[in-house]
């Protein structure tokens, strides 16, 4: 959603979560914090960025470098997977730090458990909304805590 303004004579007022010439350091908006108030939950919560990187991945192509992608999921509290969100492909690497950052919302007051796999890109086309990760080779997998990352003092 954009800038909004009500056509009431009240000019400059913008929508729920709308963009604003002054948004928040702390990163805090209007429509996340209302989504998790109407599902009862009302502690902290601030939206985040995770930055990914990866050192010394297997090598699973022949005449180059693995080709690597990182996927992030969150783990639902029956055990199910959803996808946060994914990398861009970085070519030829077995070290990649990948530019693409990854939002996700931490909730201090709930556990978090967040799913990392790497995969190496095998196909012609990179694009990695389009990926069916099936058809890649898998890499690896690390599974940790959101509260992990948020608490731990070395995180840059």
Same mark, same amino acid.
């Given at each position: 959603?954009?800038?909004c /303004?009500?056509?009431?004579? @009240? ?14 350091p702390?990163? %805090?908006?209007?429509? @996340? ?13 601030? +939206?985040? !960025?995770? *930055?990914l990187?990866?050192?010394?991945? #297997?090598?699973? &192509?022949? /005449? ?6 990182a ?11 959803? !996808?946060?969100?994914?990398? !861009?492909?970085?070519?030829n ?6 530019? =693409? ?5 931490? $909730? /201090? !007051?709930m ?10 890109v &095998? =196909?012609? /086309?990179?694009?990695?909304? =389009? ?10 997998? $690390?599974? $940790?805590?959101? *509260? +992990?990352? @948020? =608490?731990?003092?070395? #995180? %840059?």
């Open positions: 959603m954009g800038n /303004f009500s056509g009431a004579g @009240v000019h400059g007022n913008f929508a729920v979560g709308g963009a604003s010439s002054n948004p928040d702390n990163g %805090r908006n209007d429509a @996340v914090d209302n989504f998790f108030k109407n599902r009862g939950v009302n502690g902290l919560f601030y +939206q985040i !960025e995770l *930055s990187s990866a050192s010394n991945l #297997r090598d699973r &192509d022949v /005449f180059s470098k693995s080709d690597p992608i996927v992030v999921y969150i783990k639902g509290k029956d055990g199910s997977l959803q !996808e946060l969100g994914r990398t !861009e492909v970085v070519l690497s077995l070290n990649p730090q990948w530019i =693409t950052k990854i939002k996700v919302t931490y $909730c /201090f !007051e556990v978090q458990t967040l799913l990392f796999r790497v995969y190496d &095998d =196909t012609q /086309f990179h694009d990695p909304q =389009t990926l069916n990760l099936d058809d890649q080779q898998y890499l690896g997998e $690390c599974i $940790c805590q959101l *509260s +992990q990352i @948020v =608490t731990n003092p070395k #995180r %840059r």
